[in-house]
């Protein structure tokens, strides 16, 4: 894991996208999206459930964060991204497959690596929406937070294409106080 294991993000709730991704490659797939979108590795912060943490403390060996963006891509992002370059190239562009994953890989690691509970928790999410949150990412999924600023629809739009759950209401709901 990285040095940066169990850091939250200095997000604000009002410019949060969030998805579940339940497969380690349309993970893979969103976050190189959102680089070439042009979304900086501290706005995407990306965490394991307790119990994906808990796996990977029994298998060390085991990849559970989606890091390494070269050339382990789905089959549906390498065909829209070739469909893509066709595109630019009749343009008059020079965009390859190649190349889009080489520029969505400028920032290693390519996102922030954050702690689910501690982040949410910071943001004032209600206990119980955690924890529904921990049992839905599960021991090999993932939750990927996005600070969009203003592109919340793009950011979405992204998420969803590469088979994100979208979350983005349960992480920016108030918690609610009780007196």
């Given amino acids: 894991m990285s040095n940066q294991q169990g850091r939250t993000m200095g997000m604000t709730r009002s410019h ?7 497969d380690e490659v349309c993970a893979r797939d969103a ?18 459930s307790d ?10 060996e085991a990849k ?14 390498r065909v829209r991204h070739s469909i893509q370059h066709d595109a630019h190239r009749h343009e008059g562009r020079g965009l390859s497959s190649r190349q889009d994953a080489a520029a969505a890989n400028e920032e290693q690691p390519g996102f922030t690596e954050i702690d689910l509970t501690d982040t949410l928790r910071g943001l004032g ?7 529904l949150l921990h049992h839905q990412v599960g021991a090999k999924g993932f939750l990927i937070l996005v600070d969009a600023g203003d592109e919340e629809n793009r950011i979405d739009s992204i998420l969803l294409k590469n088979r994100g759950m ?7 709901e108030q918690a609610k106080i009780t007196s």
């Fill in 64 to 77: 559970h964060l989606p890091g390494d963006m070269e050339g382990k891509h789905s089959l549906l992002w």
């Fill in 166 to 172: 979208p979350r983005t209401a349960m992480v920016t």
């Fill in 51 to 60: 119990e994906g943490k808990r796996a990977h403390a029994l298998n060390p």
């Fill in 125 to 131: 999410i209600a206990e119980a929406t955690i924890q």
């Fill in 16 to 22: 949060l996208v969030a998805a579940v991704f339940l």
């Fill in 31 to 48: 976050i190189a999206d959102l680089k070439l979108a042009g979304v900086r590795a501290n706005q995407i912060g990306v965490a394991l």
